[in-house]
């Protein structure tokens, strides 16, 4: 039916058993490692079975707040307390387009960024990463809870900054450019540091996932 080199040439390519030696099953109780080589002539492939590296499990994050030392609740008590009597000026620490600015009330930040807001408007920058007075000072993880505390500001002018001047040239190639920049600014005046919340009773847990 076949001519004589067809014939030879598939019982050359033939598969036999012998080229692959029989792997015995695993058994799943074995937690050890076996090597199953694949061909002769290959590297072999290890397969580890039943040794994974897992972590402990991390507790939550209601067990992490709720588990204070006598200490910290003694702390925590003095804290608010001194909060609600009145703990003097305050200042903060606040993040605004990637720039933080350390502020306190009644001082002009000039932000290198349009806030997009009107002249005029009131906003509102609730995102702290730090709020303490002369008694105290607060670091958040990265950011304090937005429930706890906020910055009250107005925006008092919108402008541009300098021109700066941009120059590109390739020496003996008669090449040059020059571009000319100006970026926009916002004027802040920070009217009131308000204190919403309590320490340690707030709700808010954004920015405390990578800490817990």
Known sequence: ??????????????????RFPVVSSLSTSSCSTKTTPLTPCWSPLTM????????PPSPSR??????LSPNQSITLDLIN????????????VVHVRGIQFKVTQGDLVMVQT????PVGASIVLNKLLALGSQDFTLLGRP???????????????????????????????????????RSKWTLLRVNLINVTGRVGETLDSAGTENIL
């Open 143 to 181: 950011v304090l809870p937005r429930d706890l505390a906020s910055v009250e500001a107005t925006v008092i002018e919108k402008t541009l900054s300098r021109t700066k001047v941009v120059q590109k040239f390739k020496r003996r190639e008669r090449a040059r450019h020059i571009h000319f920049q």
């Open 81 to 92: 307390k001194s909060i609600e009597t009145g703990a003097g000026r305050l200042f903060a």
């Open 1 to 18: 039916m076949f001519s004589a080199p067809l014939t030879r040439l598939m019982t050359g390519l033939r598969l036999t058993s012998s």
């Open 114 to 117: 349009d806030m997009g807001a």
């Open 48 to 55: 580890s079975i039943c040794k994974l590296r897992t972590a």
């Open 62 to 67: 209601s067990q992490v707040e709720t588990k």
